[in-house]
């Protein structure tokens, strides 16, 4: 059974970080992993994605710059380093996973078949 499982959000002031992971079970990351987040009464919107198999990475133009995201194969976790932390990234983030995933249409929360519960990540004075 295929299972994501997100920690690593919490509330951090402006300019601050974050690292958020994705912890995988039930398959050996051998599926794209993006990361979405989704704002109140805002539509979901991709935020990065790694491919499985030559490590390609993807980034939304909103967080280009200041997000990384990573693998480690040997923990089966991908991971959402957040540097320079701004209040509309405040938002619910979740990971997602799935064959059809990345890709030029790596954004498209539609081609992931497994969703993590999702992470809040609060960016506040």
């Known amino acids: 059974q295929v299972q994501l499982v997100e920690s690593g959000g919490g509330l951090v002031q402006p300019g601050g970080s974050l690292r958020l992971s994705c912890a995988a079970s039930?398959?050996?990351?051998?599926?794209?992993i993006g990361w979405f987040r989704q704002a109140p009464g805002k539509e979901r919107e991709g935020v990065s994605c790694?491919?499985?198999?030559?490590?390609?990475?993807y980034y939304a133009d909103s967080v280009k710059g200041r997000f990384t995201i990573s693998r480690d194969n040997a923990k089966n976790t991908v991971y959402l380093q957040m540097n320079s932390l701004k209040p509309e990234d405040t938002a619910v983030y979740s990971c997602?996973?799935?064959?059809?995933?990345?890709?030029?249409?790596?954004?498209?929360?539609?081609?992931?078949?497994?969703w993590g519960q999702g992470t809040q990540v609060t960016v506040s004075s």
């Open positions: 039930g398959f050996s990351l051998d599926y794209p």
């Open positions: 997602a996973a799935g064959p059809y995933g990345g890709g030029s249409n790596w954004y498209d929360g539609e081609l992931y078949e497994y």
């Open positions: 790694i491919s499985s198999s030559d490590g390609s990475t």
